[in-house]
Structure formats: C-alpha cells, structure tokens
C-alpha cells in the first residue's frame, strides 16, 4: 500500500521497553488514524488527529502516546510495552466527507 | 456498549454461489456511514463498499451490495458469484456523526468467510 506506509512490519520488545510506531503517507489527507486489532477482534481505536496539529484520544488510548509531527507523518509510542499490547497496529488516513479510511499494511508488535 | 454487532463467526461457501454477511448497528445520530472492509489472510484492509444514512439506494460495487435495512439498523453484505479469492475475514464498520471526530470507525468483530471449490 504505497500511499500509507508503516514501519516497523514487526518488531519483538520486552516488557518495560519503549517504541514507536512510525506512520507516513502520500495522500495529503487531513486525518490519521491509530488501531490496534487483537486475534477474534475488530479494530480498536486507540489514537487520532483530525488535522495536523490536533490529536485526541480513541477507545482505547491507555498506555499510548501520539504525535502528529507534520501533515504527512502520526507516530505511535508505547512508552513501557505490556504484554497485554502484543497486536496488530494499522494506521490509517482520511480525507473528508464519504470517503473510505485508507489503511497501511499494519506492524506485528510482540511484547514478551 | 457494542454498536457493531456481526453475528456469524465464520462461513462456509461454494464457489460460484452468493452469500450474506450480517451486520446490524446502533446509534442514535441521523447521520452515520457504513463501511465494508476486507482482510485477507495477508492482512491487509481493504474497503469494498461505503453506505450513507441518507442515502436511498442500496450501494453496488461489481459483485458487492449492501441490503441496507435502515429501521431495523442492518447493513448487510452480499456477495455475489463467490470466487476463492473471497476467502478472508469480513468487518463491517461505523462512522457517527459529523465535526472533527467524524472520521472515528467502530468495528464488528469480523465474519471469516472460506469459499470451497
């Protein structure tokens, strides 16, 4: 998905370590977006920035911090993982109106 | 509380046949959207299908249409000519309301759909 792009793909932390989730995209979109999806779920809203500049908190936002440092880029940051944060993370974007969320191809976080 | 609810865990169909993933919601705003994504088991989202709360007609994409039940609160994906590349997990989702926090999706918990040969 060239147009939302996430790294890491995966990544293994201990319990206590810190990271952070980078998101860019090429879209020029307004609105970005942080879910996580854990097994036999949907996705969870964790984090979002309508705009650059604004951030606010989602449904599950506990243990996250975020920064939208400019309109391309909305980073993630665990900032002591937990096991219980062991999921899938997709970032996503929005333009306005009736359009779809565009959606990265996700990072693998093991937390041990 | 869940304003998402998709009721099937998983499905078997045949190739070639039509089938109907469920999906019904709640919510109290006038204006919402209903979303239809796709994940196969490479995991990436992939949007099929977008209905309006104002919207008249059933939304049709190629082989994907919603049956969307406005009063009983459903929007139900049918799938049409079921191919094997089908096979992946469903998710229906919600967009409520309007200002900044619009753009916010809810999630079923999936439907996981196998097309046999």
């Known amino acids: 998905n060239a147009g939302v792009t996430q790294t890491p793909k995966f990544q293994v932390l201990k319990t206590g370590q810190s990271m952070t989730l980078q998101c860019a995209q090429d879209m020029n979109h307004n609105s970005m977006y942080w879910y996580r999806q854990d097994p036999g779920m949907g996705l969870r809203l964790i984090y979002y920035?309508?705009?650059?500049?604004?951030?606010d908190k989602g449904e599950v936002p506990n243990g996250y911090n975020v920064s939208r440092l400019n309109k391309r880029e909305f980073s993630l940051r665990l900032e002591s993982a937990a096991p219980s944060q062991t999921s899938v993370y997709f970032c996503?974007?929005?333009?306005?109106?009736?359009?779809?969320?565009?959606f990265g191809d996700g990072t693998r976080l093991s937390i041990l | 509380a869940q304003k998402i609810t998709q009721t099937q865990p998983g499905m078997f169909v045949q190739e070639k046949e039509a089938v109907t993933l469920d999906c019904t919601y709640d919510t109290s705003d006038p204006s919402y959207g209903l979303f239809w994504y796709k994940q196969p088991s490479s995991g990436e989202m992939i949007f099929l299908i977008y209905q309006g709360s104002y919207d008249q007609q059933n939304a049709t994409e190629g082989r994907y249409s919603l049956n969307f039940q406005k009063a009983r609160k459903s929007a139900n994906l049918v799938i049409s000519a079921s191919q094997l590349g089908d096979s992946a997990m469903y998710f229906c989702?919600?967009?409520?309301?309007?200002?900044?926090?619009?753009?916010?999706?809810?999630f079923g918990a999936g439907t996981q759909v196998v097309v046999t040969p």
């Open positions: 989702a919600m967009r409520e309301g309007l200002g900044d926090s619009w753009g916010k999706l809810q």
């Open positions: 996503a974007t929005l333009q306005y109106g009736n359009q779809p969320q565009h």
């Open positions: 920035s309508a705009s650059e500049g604004t951030t």
